[in-house]
Protein backbone atom coordinates (compact mmCIF):
# COMPACT_ATOMS: atom_id res chain seq x y z
CA UNK A 1 0.00 0.00 0.00
CA UNK A 2 2.34 3.16 -1.23
CA UNK A 3 2.82 5.67 1.34
CA UNK A 4 0.32 8.84 0.84
CA UNK A 5 3.34 11.47 -0.05
CA UNK A 6 4.17 8.75 -3.07
CA UNK A 7 3.45 8.93 -6.90
CA UNK A 8 -0.07 7.41 -6.53
CA UNK A 9 -0.22 7.11 -2.91
CA UNK A 10 -2.86 5.45 -1.60
CA UNK A 11 -3.03 2.86 -3.97
CA UNK A 12 -1.73 -1.02 -4.28
CA UNK A 13 1.24 -2.18 -6.16
CA UNK A 14 4.70 -4.60 -6.07
CA UNK A 15 7.71 -3.54 -4.52
CA UNK A 16 9.68 -2.33 -6.62
CA UNK A 17 11.74 0.70 -8.43
CA UNK A 18 14.76 1.12 -11.02
CA UNK A 19 17.17 -0.74 -12.21
CA UNK A 20 20.63 0.26 -11.66
CA UNK A 21 23.02 -0.09 -14.62
CA UNK A 22 25.14 -3.01 -13.59
CA UNK A 23 22.03 -4.91 -12.07
CA UNK A 24 19.39 -8.11 -14.22
CA UNK A 25 15.90 -7.25 -13.76
CA UNK A 26 15.96 -10.12 -11.23
CA UNK A 27 18.65 -8.86 -9.39
CA UNK A 28 16.90 -5.41 -9.28
CA UNK A 29 13.86 -7.44 -8.19
CA UNK A 30 15.92 -8.90 -5.46
CA UNK A 31 17.01 -5.81 -4.35
CA UNK A 32 14.22 -3.91 -4.13
CA UNK A 33 12.33 -6.83 -2.21
CA UNK A 34 14.81 -6.48 0.45
CA UNK A 35 14.67 -2.72 0.70
CA UNK A 36 10.85 -2.22 0.77
CA UNK A 37 9.62 -5.46 1.99
CA UNK A 38 12.42 -6.82 4.00
CA UNK A 39 12.83 -10.24 2.13
CA UNK A 40 16.06 -11.91 2.05
CA UNK A 41 17.45 -13.19 -1.15
CA UNK A 42 18.55 -16.25 0.44
CA UNK A 43 14.26 -16.91 1.23
CA UNK A 44 13.68 -16.57 -2.71
CA UNK A 45 13.94 -18.22 -5.58
CA UNK A 46 13.27 -16.47 -8.96
CA UNK A 47 10.51 -18.61 -11.44
CA UNK A 48 10.36 -16.00 -14.01
CA UNK A 49 10.37 -13.05 -15.63
CA UNK A 50 7.13 -11.05 -17.77
CA UNK A 51 7.80 -7.54 -19.47
CA UNK A 52 4.39 -6.22 -18.50
CA UNK A 53 5.08 -2.71 -20.68
CA UNK A 54 7.50 -1.24 -23.01
CA UNK A 55 8.27 2.05 -23.23
CA UNK A 56 9.90 4.85 -25.88
CA UNK A 57 10.99 7.66 -24.11
CA UNK A 58 12.58 10.94 -24.86
CA UNK A 59 15.10 11.26 -27.68
CA UNK A 60 14.25 7.06 -28.58
CA UNK A 61 15.36 5.55 -25.38
CA UNK A 62 14.44 2.59 -24.35
CA UNK A 63 13.35 0.85 -21.35
CA UNK A 64 10.69 -1.54 -19.94
CA UNK A 65 8.59 -2.25 -17.24
CA UNK A 66 9.30 -5.65 -15.92
CA UNK A 67 7.84 -8.46 -13.38
CA UNK A 68 9.64 -10.73 -11.75
CA UNK A 69 7.62 -13.62 -10.00
CA UNK A 70 9.91 -15.71 -6.96
CA UNK A 71 8.68 -18.61 -4.96
CA UNK A 72 9.72 -18.56 -1.11
CA UNK A 73 9.41 -22.04 1.18
CA UNK A 74 6.91 -20.46 3.08
CA UNK A 75 5.21 -17.08 3.61
CA UNK A 76 7.74 -14.81 4.74
CA UNK A 77 6.99 -11.75 6.80
CA UNK A 78 7.22 -8.15 5.42
CA UNK A 79 8.66 -5.32 6.72
CA UNK A 80 7.72 -2.09 5.18
CA UNK A 81 10.29 0.89 4.94
CA UNK A 82 8.84 4.63 4.57
CA UNK A 83 7.33 3.81 0.83
CA UNK A 84 4.65 1.97 2.35
CA UNK A 85 1.86 2.44 4.77
CA UNK A 86 1.35 -1.06 4.79
CA UNK A 87 2.60 -4.62 2.87
CA UNK A 88 0.61 -7.73 3.00
CA UNK A 89 0.16 -10.85 1.07
CA UNK A 90 -3.25 -10.76 -1.06
CA UNK A 91 -5.09 -13.51 -2.58
CA UNK A 92 -4.78 -13.85 -6.36
CA UNK A 93 -8.90 -13.89 -6.72
CA UNK A 94 -8.65 -10.30 -4.03
CA UNK A 95 -5.61 -8.21 -6.03
CA UNK A 96 -8.04 -6.68 -8.59
CA UNK A 97 -10.73 -5.36 -5.45
CA UNK A 98 -8.19 -3.54 -4.19
CA UNK A 99 -7.90 0.50 -5.36
CA UNK A 100 -4.85 -0.63 -8.18
CA UNK A 101 -1.39 1.19 -8.97
CA UNK A 102 -2.57 2.84 -12.35
CA UNK A 103 0.59 0.70 -13.66
CA UNK A 104 0.20 -2.87 -11.81
CA UNK A 105 -3.43 -2.51 -12.75
CA UNK A 106 -2.77 -2.22 -16.28
CA UNK A 107 -0.84 -5.00 -16.15
CA UNK A 108 -2.82 -7.33 -13.63
CA UNK A 109 -4.37 -9.41 -16.45
CA UNK A 110 -1.35 -10.50 -18.21
CA UNK A 111 0.03 -11.12 -14.82
CA UNK A 112 -2.58 -13.28 -13.65
CA UNK A 113 -2.75 -15.34 -17.03
CA UNK A 114 0.83 -15.66 -16.35
CA UNK A 115 1.14 -17.79 -12.87
CA UNK A 116 -2.32 -19.55 -14.38
CA UNK A 117 0.38 -21.37 -16.40
CA UNK A 118 3.19 -21.65 -14.04
CA UNK A 119 2.58 -25.11 -12.24
CA UNK A 120 3.13 -24.58 -8.55
CA UNK A 121 5.76 -26.53 -6.39
CA UNK A 122 4.54 -28.90 -3.86
CA UNK A 123 7.15 -30.72 -1.30
CA UNK A 124 5.15 -33.19 0.10
CA UNK A 125 6.32 -35.05 3.01
CA UNK A 126 6.15 -39.19 3.38
Keep these: HRAPWSHQGGTWALPGGARDSHETPEEAAVREAHEEAGLAAEQLSV ?3 VITAEVVGAG ?6 TTVI ?11 NRESSELRWV ?3 EVAELPLHPGFAASW ?4 D ?7 RVNRSR
Excluded: C, F, K, N
Excluded at 60 to 65: A, N, P, V
Excluded at 70 to 80: C, G, H, N, R, Y
Excluded at 109 to 112: D, N, S, T, W
Design 91 to 93: AED
Design 109 to 112: PQLR
Design 70 to 80: ADATELLETVP
Design 47 to 49: RTT
Design 114 to 120: VTATIPL
Design 60 to 65: GTHWTY
